[in-house]
């Protein structure tokens, strides 16, 4: 996804309990891995009753693991850090400053929204901003669960709504992805979706990619899979890779659309082993998916209902 600056097994057991008495002491309840929230003052019998959601039924053979309902009224700081003041993805030549704020990443209604924004004035990003040093005219949002949950292998699965109308949606670049969380060997794209421009083909397309590094030492390799019915920005749809030793699969609403095995790809189990923390974000401009024109809306909102991981 990014051009970025220069233990195995399941950590996301040992580091929920961890979380859980940090946030227990610091007066914080963390509620089934699906929201959190503070205590309500009064006798305990007066309190409002916070109940999570009902645990979402596993894809056959795998076992709930890990998951965020969004179902609080803010990013949960055990799961997820939130870039800001951050000018990454500069290496890509993105556009928009990363920030955490309301405006740009928030939760409500069961509902995680990563916001790309045109500003009426240029912002400042940060104290070091070498390419815009008069400031930003686009704003976005990027979260990932590095240095707080990490996975070895499992169902990694996203459903949400992307920002990508066809024709008016140009420079946006909605992504979910995954990063080595010590090293740099390996990158999953789970999925990435490009916006178009007036009359330009593809606002339904997904790109589903693997890559080794970014040198490349091997070149990458992915697929571009178009939806057969429907829009991705008119209605919310399910991304899933299930990565296991010697394979990774890809599913687009619970189809098969991509594999890579060790045979199709002899350097896979070499880049995909280890510990991987999870990305999120939506990018404006860069290389790729070129800068918005005139006809591109703002704000623009990469809506995520839930993520949840998987483990045999």
Same mark, same amino acid.
């Given at each position: ?8 097994g399941?950590?996301p +057991?040992?580091?929920? $309990? ?6 227990? /002491?610091?007066?914080? %309840?963390?509620l ?6 503070t205590? /309500? ?6 309190? *409002? ?9 596993? *894809? ?6 890990? @998951?965020?309902?969004? @179902?609080?009224?803010?990013v ?28 740009? $990443?928030?939760?409500? =209604?069961?509902?995680?929204?990563? #916001?790309?924004r +045109?500003?009426? !004035? ?7 901003d ?6 930003r ?5 990027m979260l ?12 990694f ?7 990508? !109308?066809?024709?008016t949606s140009k420079g ?9 969380? /010590? ?11 490009? =916006? ?5 083909? =593809? ?5 589903q ?19 057969? #019915? ?8 399910t991304?899933?890779?299930e990565?296991?030793?010697? @394979?990774? @699969?890809?599913?687009?609403?619970? $189809?098969? %659309?991509?594999?890579?095995? !060790?045979? %199709?790809?002899p350097?896979l ?17 860069? /290389?790729?998916p070129?800068?918005p024109?005139? !006809? ?9 209902d839930?993520?949840r $991981?998987?483990?045999?």
């Open positions: 996804m990014q051009a970025e600056e220069g233990g195995r399941w950590a +057991r040992w580091l929920a $309990v961890i979380a859980a008495v940090t946030a227990a /002491v610091a007066g914080v %309840t963390l089934d891995g699906a929201a959190w929230e205590p /309500v003052a009064g006798p305990a019998t007066d309190r *409002p009753v916070h109940r999570a959601p009902p645990a979402p039924k596993a *894809p056959a053979g795998w076992t709930l693991d890990w @998951s965020d309902e969004f @179902s609080g009224t803010a949960n700081p055990a799961y997820w850090n939130v870039e800001d003041d951050s000018t990454y993805g500069d290496g890509n030549d993105e556009l928009a400053c990363l920030l955490d704020r309301p405006e740009n $990443v928030s939760v409500a =209604g069961g509902e995680l929204a990563i #916001t790309a +045109r500003e009426s !004035a240029p912002l400042r990003c940060g104290r070091h070498a390419r815009f040093p008069d400031g005219l686009y704003t976005s949002g990932s669960t590095k240095g707080r949950l990490s996975f070895e292998y499992g169902r699965e996203i459903r949400a709504r992307t920002p990508t !109308a066809p024709g946006l670049w909605p992504a979910f992805w995954m990063r080595p969380s /010590v090293g740099d060997i390996g990158e999953i794209d789970i999925f990435e979706v490009l =916006g178009t421009g007036a009359g330009q083909p =593809g606002a339904n397309r997904i790109h990619t693997i890559m080794y590094d970014y040198l490349p030492t091997h070149r990458q390799q992915s697929r571009a899979y178009d939806l057969p #019915t429907g829009a991705l920005s008119e209605g919310f749809h991304f899933a890779i990565w296991e030793r010697g @394979s990774i @699969s890809w599913f687009v609403d619970e $189809v098969l %659309t991509y594999r890579r095995t !060790a045979t %199709t790809t350097w189990d070499q880049a995909f082993t280890g510990d991987f923390h999870l990305r999120l974000n939506l990018a404006v401009g860069g /290389v790729w070129g800068s024109d005139e !006809a591109t809306t703002f704000p623009a909102r990469f809506q995520v839930y993520v $991981v998987y483990r045999r």
